[in-house]
Nanobody
Framework: QVQLVESGGGLVQAGGSLRLSCAAS????????MGWFRQAPGTERDFVAA????????TYADSVKGRFAISRDNAKNTAYLQMSNLKPEDTAVYYC????????????????WGQGTQVTVSS
């Protein structure tokens, strides 16, 4: 199974930017589709974005389209989430996740998770 470690979270003002990283180890990173999810206090964990094993296709939640960009570098075993024009409602713990399933666009298929990184957006 792959091990995932997120980094890059922090406190940012509304309108600002952050880039999250997800470092993978254990199994061949390029075998996994990768996703980002987030969970705000008192809410369920929500899907944010996903990317195929090669990086050739991506998908996003409507709430982040045009503001967030998911990418990956298979040579560095790392996935990224570039977040721009951040809003207070983006405040959450952000998790990266991995799946071997070909159904990479289905959030329920992700079964390897990192520990999360906190993102706080102040107004």
């Amino acid at each position: 199974q792959v091990q995932l470690v997120e980094s890059g979270g922090g406190l940012v003002q509304a309108g600002g930017s952050l880039r999250l990283s997800c470092a993978a180890s254990g199994r061949t990173f390029s075998s996994y589709a990768m996703g980002w999810f987030r969970q705000a206090p008192g809410t369920e964990r929500d899907f944010v974005a996903a990317i195929t094993r090669s990086g050739g296709s991506t998908t996003y939640a409507d709430s982040v389209k045009g503001r967030f960009a998911i990418s990956r570098d298979n040579a560095k075993n790392t996935a990224y989430l570039q977040m721009s024009n951040l809003k207070p409602e983006d405040t959450a713990v952000y998790y990266c996740a991995a799946t071997l399933s070909p159904a990479w666009g289905l959030p329920t298929k992700y079964d390897s998770w990192g520990q999360g990184t906190q993102v706080t957006v102040s107004s």
